[in-house]
């Protein structure tokens, strides 16, 4: 549920750090309280291109 996800978002101390990467790295889903649509939009009006990232090397950098 994406109301409940940016709820949690909203309480985590990361959220900033998390959201940095969820902007430089074009992942799916809720980062630092922002949907995949919405990190966009934010990627767009600040320049970013965002790096594509394939599930199984998220799961490798999640893993470290």
Excluded at 22 to 35: P, Q, R, T
Excluded at 42 to 56: C, E, T
């Amino acid at each position: 549920n994406t109301a409940m996800a940016k709820k949690i978002c909203g309480r985590c101390p990361s959220q900033q750090q998390c959201l940095t990467y969820g902007l430089h790295y074009k992942v799916v889903g809720i980062w630092g309280g922002k949907s995949t649509s919405e990190r966009a939009i934010l990627r767009k009006q600040k320049g970013i291109a965002g790096i594509p990232l394939a599930y199984d090397e998220w799961e490798m950098a999640v893993e470290k």
